[in-house]
């Protein structure tokens, strides 16, 4: 009962425990267990957490000492200075809030069943060995250490969960995202007939994507924006930042991909890029032999001057580089995160 009253405090509001913490008007664990009474030293400490040191403590030090008639006997005086705080609640809870607590009350029930028990079995009238005080104090505030640990680490996850969820909200909204989107940097030259092209009438989303064939965040970017297309949310125009001189072999794949958009057949370019930037190893030799090609290779090299200078002119920094209807994504924002704005 200690432990759901613990639960209680880090998840007030789970439905289990609102179950049990309702039932009518004058049944409300809220207004109890949330009341100033509820708490003390400087509201530090609860009698949620008292309850659960008495009860996981005298329990412990009983095992400690083997149940010796010693041990029973001073948690027995523990448990009869226990009616005053028994008393204390059910005048606090029925005459001054008249609210009840069933967990208050089941914890105020099994008090009460202790103090007879210890009554049936005359324990109290042993005599007390004041040498194990220290040790009871220490084991009863050892729960309450070990429960404070614990709790810190529950809600400092519970916090997170939920600042990551606000922010998220706040992040995937599309006016927060618009909004920073235009202040962001704007294309300034033409990108008209630059690249790889992938028209779209039916959407409102133009995304440039810059990138290098051997990059891996662009590798990672394009199955992202493969989907975005696919569900017909953007078209996509691809610009390579590949050097155009004959002995640049980094360059080949753009070569090859610029040279295979000729033939304009989408299925294979799509299929060409799928092939390049989702192989887990990039080997264009072995994916040369897979889109076979025969001198149009060679005739690219205007295209990636263009594509080259256009990157330059822009300032490109880094790939990839991804426009959103001629606006840079502001680094608040992963290509992942596309998904659920643009919508």
Not at 13 to 23: A, D, F, M, T
Not at 243 to 263: G, V
Not at 268 to 278: F, I, N, P
Request: aromatic share 14%; charged share 20%; with cysteine.
């Amino acid at each position: 009962m200690g432990i759901i009253l613990l639960w209680y405090e880090i998840d007030s509001h789970n439905p289990v425990i609102q179950k049990i913490c309702s039932g009518n008007k004058n049944i409300n664990c809220n207004a109890v267990l949330g009341s100033k009474q509820a708490k003390f030293l400087f509201e530090t400490l609860s009698w949620s957490e008292v309850g659960f040191s008495y009860f996981s403590g005298t329990l412990l030090f009983l095992f400690i000492h083997n149940f010796s008639t010693s041990s029973l006997s001073l948690i027995s005086w523990l448990t009869l200075f226990s009616i005053s705080f028994v008393f204390f609640f059910f005048v606090y809870q029925g005459l001054i809030l008249k609210q009840w607590c069933r967990l208050c009350i089941s914890i105020q029930a099994i008090l009460l069943i202790e103090v007879s028990i210890v009554f049936y079995t005359n324990w109290y009238k042993i005599a007390i060995d004041f040498i194990l005080i220290p040790s009871l104090i220490a084991i009863l505030f050892f729960p309450i250490l070990v429960w404070k640990t614990i709790k810190f680490a529950i809600q400092k996850d519970k916090d997170s969960r939920f600042n990551r969820r606000n922010f998220l909200r706040l992040k995937n909204n599309t006016s927060v995202f618009f909004g920073l989107l235009k202040e962001s940097k704007k294309i300034e030259y033409n990108t008209e007939n630059i690249g790889l092209v992938f028209d779209n009438e039916k959407t409102k989303y133009s995304v440039v994507k810059v990138c290098n064939p051997y990059c891996n965040p662009c590798a990672e970017a394009h199955p992202v924006l493969k989907e975005l297309l696919e569900r017909e949310l953007i078209e996509l125009q691809i610009i390579f930042t590949s050097s155009p001189e004959k002995d640049n072999e980094e360059a080949l794949p753009t070569r090859h991909l610029m040279a295979l958009a000729e033939k304009q057949n989408s299925k294979l370019l799509h299929q060409a890029l799928d092939d390049w930037y989702l192989a887990n190893e990039k080997d264009y030799e072995e994916y040369a032999k897979k889109h076979p090609l025969k001198d149009e290779i060679k005739t690219q090299t205007k295209k990636l001057k263009v594509m080259k200078d256009w990157c330059d002119l822009e300032k490109i920094q880094h790939t990839p580089t991804i426009f959103i209807n001629g606006y840079q994504l502001p680094a608040e924002y992963e290509i992942s995160d596309l998904k659920n704005i643009l919508v």
